[in-house]
Each structure stands twice: as structure tokens, then as C-alpha cells.
């Protein structure tokens, strides 16, 4: 039976990480996102993982950001990542989604991700105009979205920087 957990930094972030590089390979430090996450520390008490008989799966990981010259605080989901032999059961949903959940009920306004959005668009992702949500570095705008959590995400624009 999977279990979907909130992030124990002890005892799991070593398995993220192996996750993370038998996922995205070495390239994704590449990433613009990842100017981002590394001026900053995730929430572990908004992260969420996927155990299956103790051993991560599945994992979503947010970071707290800012957005704009209003300097609007909001949350930026992602990496989301599934183990290979766990895919296709929308796993990488269900990790975000409990990670929505408990950022909604820590009281953060608003979500950022960046992905696919004929996937993220299931839980509730909208894509923003291009040019509303500037990430430092290349970043493709068709795959930069929002979402309200305790507060409204359609006024979040301008730069982001790392909260």
C-alpha cells in the first residue's frame, strides 16, 4: 500500500535525491529552476513523498518564493518525481496534490510550477500570459503556472526570486 507522507529530511533526502538524478539525470541542475532552489531550502513540511514499503516513489518538492516588485510570497512546486516502475498511475499528481493540501493549510497563498500543462491542468494549474511570471534565465512561458492556494494566484506577476 503506498503511503503519501510529508518529507522527514532524515530519513528521506537521500532517497529524493538518488529519485531525482534516476529521473531527470544530471541535466537538471542545468535548469532555470534550479537558480532558483539553490539560494533557498524546500518545506519539508509541505513536501510530500510516496512510500511504498518504506521506500520513496514518488516525491514533490516546494520551495518558498517571491514574486514580483509587491513582493508577493508564494510557493514554487516541483521537482515532481516518480520511480520508473510507478508511473502511469498519476502517482506525480497525488504527491502534488497533498503538497497543494498542506500548502493551502500552512497558509500560503498561491502556487508556481512549471511543467506540462495537460498534466498539471488535472489539479487544478492554470497557464499564465506570457511575460505575467519572469523566472531568471530561458524559461519556456507555455509551461509557467499558477494556482490559488489559501489566496489568489492571478495577481502574482514580475520577477521571481527565491523567498
Not at 531550502?41 to 520551495?63: D, H, M, Y
Not at 514580483?68 to 508511473?87: I, K, N, S
Not at 502517482?91 to 502534488?96: C, D, E, I, P, R
Amino acid at each position: 500500500m503506498i503511503e503519501i507522507v510529508a518529507e522527514n529530511p532524515g530519513q528521506h533526502a537521500e532517497a529524493i535525491e538518488t529519485l531525482f538524478d534516476r529521473t531527470f539525470g544530471p541535466g537538471h541542475f542545468a535548469k532555470t529552476a534550479e537558480r532558483l532552489r539553490e539560494y533557498s531550502a524546500s518545506v519539508p513540511e509541505v513536501n510530500r513523498v510516496a512510500l511504498l514499503e518504506g521506500q520513496v516513489i514518488a516525491v514533490c518538492r516546494v520551495w518558498p518564493l517571491v514574486v514580483g516588485e509587491a513582493r508577493t510570497q508564494a510557493l514554487f512546486y516541483g521537482p515532481v518525481a516518480v520511480a520508473p516502475d510507478h508511473r502511469g498511475d498519476s502517482l506525480g499528481l497525488k504527491v502534488t496534490e497533498a503538497a497543494l493540501e498542506a500548502g493551502q493549510a500552512a497558509g500560503w497563498p498561491a502556487a508556481v510550477l512549471i511543467g506540462a500543462p495537460d498534466y498539471f491542468g488535472r489539479i487544478g494549474f492554470t497557464v499564465t500570459p506570457k511575460g505575467q511570471i519572469v523566472f531568471p534565465g530561458p524559461q519556456d512561458q507555455s509551461r509557467v503556472m499558477v494556482r490559488d492556494l489559501a489566496g489568489d494566484a492571478s495577481g502574482l506577476a514580475g520577477l521571481v526570486i527565491a523567498g
